[in-house]
């Protein structure tokens, strides 16, 4: 199992040609190690061709939302089976944007965390605080509901990540320090271990993570990787990010 992984939350940008170019950046890059698992989440729209471009055990490719049924009458969505049948591994689910435009409840991410490991995508389940939650003494708080609710029903570990994304550090520019950082993770990786025993899940980092930060970050105990919006559509940026984990293994 690799000691980091980096992944790029491309969000909603990139046409397929910008896609496409970012991706061939990346998978060109000369110095891969297989301590570091390198993920791109490029739209939805995306994940067929450049699956077709890549190798995928050089670059993993992963969505950014899905729905939990398996198919049926949910005009606009996209399951887990067709993630999977365009070559997808893994899906990012309850990034705080989902939570706060389009009203994701924790048991609504719940019910997406357990239907898309059960239907074998590895999921990076989000989560954070607010400013005001923050500043109110209640990130801990928040953070062990999004987790008990998220988690509700799931037992087996082997295929989640958490990322933790301080929402007041998601394309601000402001990170969190590192003693905030430090702290959260312990706190997560406590919550973990009591929840599933002795765990292996991993527990990325995402707000603001950038080439001239993410060492820093990336060397703080229990930080096992990164999740990067901005950065991550700057291949050089990325490239530089996915370089710092290199040197720290
Ligand atoms: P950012 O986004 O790196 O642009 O802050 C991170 C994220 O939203 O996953």
């Known amino acids: 199992m690799s000691k980091y992984l980096i992944a ?22 000369k110095d891969f ?15 067929g061709f450049l699956s077709e471009l890549v190798d995928l055990s050089r670059v993993s490719l992963g969505a950014q939302n899905v729905h939990y049924e398996p198919k ?29 435009y389009f009203n994701e409840t924790n048991e ?40 008990t609710k998220g988690l509700l029903g799931v037992e087996e570990t082997i295929n989640l990540k958490i990322a933790y994304e301080p929402v007041w550090a998601i394309g601000t520019g402001k990170t969190a320090t590192s003693e905030q950082i430090s702290e959260t993770h312990k706190f997560i990786s406590n919550f973990l271990n ?27 105990s229990n930080v096992n990787g990164g999740l990067i919006g901005g950065a991550s559509l700057k291949p050089e940026s990325f490239l530089s990010i996915y370089n710092s984990a290199i040197e720290l293994c």
Request: aromatic letters at 6%; charged letters at 25%; glycine letters at 10%.
């Open 194 to 220: 009591l929840r599933f025993g002795d765990n292996i899940i991993k527990i990325l980092y995402g707000g603001s993570m950038n080439a001239e930060n993410a060492k820093d970050i990336l060397s703080i």
């Open 72 to 100: 049926g009458a949910y005009t606009g969505e996209i399951s887990n089976e067709m993630l999977l049948s365009v070559g997808c591994e893994y899906v990012i689910i309850g990034h705080s944007e989902r939570r706060s």
């Open 33 to 47: 190690d297989s301590e570091v698992e390198m993920l791109i989440c490029p739209p939805f729209t995306h994940i």
């Open 108 to 147: 609504l991410i719940n019910k997406k965390v357990v239907n898309s490991l059960n239907a074998g995508l590895r999921v990076i389940l989000c989560i954070g605080e607010t400013l005001e939650d923050r500043e109110s003494g209640n990130t801990n708080k928040v953070l062990e509901e999004q987790l």
């Open 8 to 29: 790029g939350n491309w969000k909603m940008n990139t046409n397929l040609d910008e896609a496409k170019k970012i991706t061939d950046e990346l998978h060109g890059y």
